[in-house]
């Protein structure tokens, strides 16, 4: 949990720092990556979760989406207009232009309850790719860059998310 208070408290004051240097698009070009890469792991955790087998499990994993949670709405409220344009398009937006069914219409269909080890080896992928994706942005920018502590920050907790459900998987195996 260290971690995500430390990188919840600093994206403020990373994005002041941002402002300060001159480096605000770099900042929100990371700032809408390391958003996105944090939704889509938290996405997978949640799922994860639903999916869990004992309640051991279900908390455990409610604390860590609880934690990239929090993560993923400090990211957002940081996000300027350029940096919201940056973002995928929003779920509602893409379902009103194409006339797709509601979440809810989605969900009265029946369909099966992933399984928990399949929802596990899902959150475990999107926690890699994501830690190695902001790993990468990171190596791209200068050592002490606001969007290069945020890119290591945000590669760090995903890299503890990924090890400890790795860790969970472990367990089960054994």
């Known amino acids: 949990m260290d971690i995500c208070i430390s990188l919840v408290d600093e994206v403020p004051e990373l994005a002041a720092q941002a402002a300060e240097q001159g480096s605000v698009i770099a900042f929100q070009s990371t ?9 889509r792991a ?4 949640e799922i ?6 004992s309640l051991a499990q279900q908390d455990a994993l409610h604390a860590m989406s609880g934690e990239l949670r929090a993560t993923s709405e400090a990211l957002h409220d940081a996000l300027d207009s350029q940096g919201r344009c940056l973002m995928p398009a929003d ?3 893409k379902r009103r232009a194409f006339r797709l069914p509601t979440r809810a219409a989605r969900k009265a269909k029946a369909t099966p ?3 928990w080890w399949y929802s596990l080896v899902e959150a475990i992928e999107a926690l890699g790719e994501g830690s190695e994706r902001m ?3 990171a190596s791209g920018q200068p050592g002490e860059a606001p969007s290069c502590v945020l890119s290591q920050a945000t590669a760090d907790l995903l890299g503890h998310h990924h090890d400890r459900l790795v860790s969970e998987a472990e367990r089960w195996i054994d």
């Open 113 to 115: 309850r992933p399984t």
């Open 91 to 93: 779920a509602e937006k």
């Open 31 to 39: 700032l809408a990556a390391a958003a996105t890469a944090v939704h």
């Open 42 to 45: 938290l996405q997978r955790e």
């Open 135 to 137: 790993r990468a942005i």
């Open 48 to 53: 994860a979760e639903d999916a869990a087998l």
